[in-house]
């Protein structure tokens, strides 16, 4: 009997070691909230403050950036053109941890109209955002985020 009393203390144990708290989930929140703001800033200036040195971009198309630099380069160079002005916000989000310190987050977005290629109109579109956040030194970065088109939403035609 006392065999299966300590076990079951054990269990119980590394369950609140391990579980997340609600302050884990806002700091994650927040992450996507700041990379939000950002884009509709359009500057990107606080990304140092939520995305990791290796953060890795894929864009609509399945282009990949990777290292915080080369994403920062490809976000505001689209930010200056056909995304210049164009706003997005939260739908949706559901977050699950997957490890004590990585989080999987899946955002809709709504996502102003914006023109792109030129003569291509997007009008009401909505994005599926999937974000990975992990904890690094003690804090919550964005390390991975991809941002597919949902269909049915994709309603781009031409002038």
Do not use: C
Request: charged share 25%; no cysteine; hydrophobic share 45%.
């Amino acid at each position: 009997m006392k065999p299966k009393i300590l076990l079951l203390i054990m269990l119980i144990v590394v369950n609140l070691v391990y579980a997340q708290t609600p302050a884990d989930k806002e700091a994650v929140k927040k992450v996507i909230i700041m990379f939000q703001d950002d884009f509709n800033d359009g500057t990107f200036k606080n990304a140092r403050q939520y995305a990791a040195n290796d953060w890795i971009h894929i864009h609509p198309g399945g282009g990949i950036k990777k290292g915080i630099d080369e994403v920062l380069a490809e976000v505001i160079a689209v930010h200056k053109t056909f995304l210049k002005g164009v706003t997005m916000k939260v739908e949706s989000m559901d977050i699950r941890f997957v490890h004590p310190d990585v989080a999987v987050a899946d955002v809709v977005h709504t996502i102003d109209n914006y023109e792109n290629p030129p003569g291509v109109k997007h009008i009401n579109e909505r994005h599926m955002k999937l974000y990975v956040v992990a904890k690094i030194n003690g804090k919550w970065l964005m390390t991975h985020d991809q941002n597919t088109i949902i269909m049915g939403t994709n309603t781009a035609t031409n002038k």
